[in-house]
């Protein structure tokens, strides 16, 4: 392609509007054990979306196993007043959740969860999103999340254990200070991934 025809499919790319891109990722903190916390700016909302990277000794079936697993006793599990389950199979998961959130009134929404393994290298993946349509109406005394999807990577670690990433972007909408609930999203993302990489209690 010549230079003159490079130019014009520019211009047409910039006439027909870009996608906004995010912003690049920043390092917001790094824990004494290693959790790293990384946030970016997107075009979506006014909340940050977030990412913490982590390695553990825990293998990666394990780390993934616990993602998928939800404990009543873990960070979200305590967050959750209602939690049903819509659908269920080996590698989906459609749920209904009501959350009682600090500061904030109650909050819900229809989250599509899938799983996946990619077979040679032995990383997994679990993405999530939003799927209101296919969960129940929303009701005048909850406020229905606005936004909310991830992923979880769990890649195996050289030596072994494992690699894990996790990345979230959350919007409770109503109105709510992005300041107030920032903070808040940052610390429970952090327990969230360190949930899930703890080493096993010997006995």
Do not use: C, H
Request: hydrophobic content about 40%; proline content about 8%; cysteine-free.
């Amino acid at each position: 392609m010549n230079r003159l025809a490079l130019w014009g499919v520019l211009v047409a790319a910039v006439s027909a509007g870009a996608p906004p891109v995010p912003s690049p990722w920043e390092v917001v903190r790094t824990e004494p054990d290693g959790l790293v916390l990384e946030a970016r700016s997107t075009p979506d909302s006014a909340f940050s979306e977030l990412r913490v990277r982590a390695t553990t000794s825990v293998s990666p079936a394990v780390v993934a196993e616990r993602i998928w697993t939800r404990r009543a006793d873990s960070v979200e599990g305590r967050l959750t007043e209602r939690s049903e389950v819509l659908y269920e199979s080996d590698t989906e998961r459609l749920l209904y959740v009501r959350l009682r959130l600090p500061a904030v009134s109650r909050r819900d929404y229809t989250m599509r969860y899938r799983r996946q393994v990619e077979p040679v290298k032995g990383a997994m993946r679990i993405d999530f999103a939003l799927d209101d349509a296919a969960g129940p109406a929303p009701t005048p005394e909850v406020v229905r999340m606005r936004l909310a999807r991830g992923s979880w990577t769990i890649e195996p670690a050289r030596g072994g254990g494992a690699i894990v990433t996790y990345q979230v972007l959350s919007d409770p909408a109503g109105n709510v200070p992005v300041w107030v609930a920032s903070g808040e999203q940052k610390e429970i993302a952090i327990q969230m991934v360190r949930e899930v990489i703890l080493p096993p209690l010997r006995r």
